[in-house]
């Protein structure tokens, strides 16, 4: 007899979104869910997403804290490698966009 190997080759695990502190707007994907960071925070703010061009649907959820507002935005159906996802922001004093990134 000889011995069984087995392979298992894992998924790479994908990175926050690297920002430059200064950058108004940090966003991007974290695990399947796309996630953002604006900086100041704005009063008010309405968002559009899509993935590989068509508007998505999906939950999101934000917290606010001094100076910041950070969100979550988790697509359904999840997304698979190689779509794109894309948020636009409409806020006043916010870049709008889009920020894209795509799954690995």
Do not use: H, K
């Not at 969100?71 to 190689?82: A, K």
């Amino acid at each position: 007899m000889t011995p069984l190997a087995l392979l298992v080759a894992a998924q790479p695990a994908q990175a926050a979104p690297f920002c430059i502190p200064e950058a108004p707007v940090c966003a991007g994907l974290d695990n399947g869910r796309f996630v953002f960071t604006i900086q100041p925070a704005p009063a008010t703010l309405s968002v559009s997403a899509t993935v590989n061009g068509a508007p998505a649907t999906g939950s999101m959820s934000y917290v606010t804290g001094p100076g910041y507002l950070r969100g979550w935005y988790q697509p359904f159906p999840p997304l698979v490698s190689g779509d794109v996802m894309c948020m636009s922001f409409y806020g006043m004093g916010v870049p709008p966009g889009p920020y894209c990134d795509t799954a690995p």
